[in-house]
């Protein structure tokens, strides 16, 4: 079992649409929760970062861990064609040792105008 | 954030010669790191670039493969030697200053013939 695992999908949605993006993991000790977005041919760009359970909001973005279960989520509400991206997931058990980041795959995400 | 540069942006070698990759940051950064982005598979770290002194490999690379340089706080180099197809890749720098979160640069495309 891959310590991280990500639907690579691809997912495709409408304009407008609410999309959710999940990541699940094993390792109990994750407690630093990234989302970062990379357009084709870019590299990844830091979308947010949450420490340990629950909810962070950023305009049309949020963040949610939920480590009893060992998910996590991002919901984009009012999705437009400019979210269509890979969004990566990492996490990492220490900030400190940020290096070592765990990534998935990436969901590939296609906003249809 | 810092904005971090990556020469070449693409290029595409012959199996059996080497590429030496630049990383520039635009501002000094505690740690700078490596990654390996494959087709389908999650970003990959290869190692921590250190300061004046030799590089952390993670496992599964080792330095005569991947020769890393970090002479100052602001620029890295990754060396991939006698490279064969098995090489071809996206190679991605990224920079950490202080508690930040990691930023990434653009990627360097390889592709071996």
């Known amino acids: 079992q891959k310590e991280v695992e990500q639907d690579p999908g691809p997912l495709s949605v409408p304009e407008g649409a609410i999309v959710s993006l999940n990541c699940t993991y094993s390792?109990?000790?994750?407690?630093?929760f990234m989302w970062y977005r990379q357009y084709s041919r870019k590299g990844p760009e830091l979308l947010m970062y949450?420490?340990?359970?629950g909810n962070k909001e950023d305009g049309r973005f949020t963040a949610q861990v939920d480590k009893s279960s060992k998910y996590i989520s991002l919901f984009i509400r009012d999705s437009q064609p400019s979210d269509s991206a890979t969004y990566l997931c990492?996490?990492?058990?220490?900030?400190?040792?940020?290096?070592?980041?765990?990534f998935g795959k990436g969901t590939k995400l296609s906003v249809k105008p | 954030s810092a904005v971090i540069s990556q020469k070449p942006s693409r290029d595409i070698c012959q199996r059996g010669t080497s590429l030496t990759i630049q990383c520039q940051v635009d501002?000094?950064?505690?740690?700078m790191f490596w990654y390996r982005q494959q087709p389908g598979q999650s970003l990959t770290l290869i190692a921590t670039?250190?300061?004046?002194?030799?590089?952390?490999?993670e496992s599964g690379f080792v330095i005569d493969k991947f020769p890393i340089s970090r002479p100052n706080l602001t620029f890295s180099t990754l060396t991939v030697s006698n490279m064969s197809p098995e090489d071809s890749s996206i190679y991605l720098c990224?920079?950490?200053?202080?508690?930040?979160?990691?930023?990434f640069g653009d990627g360097t495309r390889l592709s071996i013939l």
């Open positions: 390792n109990s000790a994750f407690q630093y």
């Open positions: 990224s920079a950490r200053q202080g508690d930040q979160p990691q930023h």
């Open positions: 949450t420490y340990s359970s």
């Open positions: 990492a996490m990492s058990a220490k900030w400190g040792s940020q290096g070592n980041l765990i």
């Open positions: 670039a250190n300061q004046g002194s030799e590089a952390t490999y």
């Open positions: 501002s000094q950064v505690t740690m």
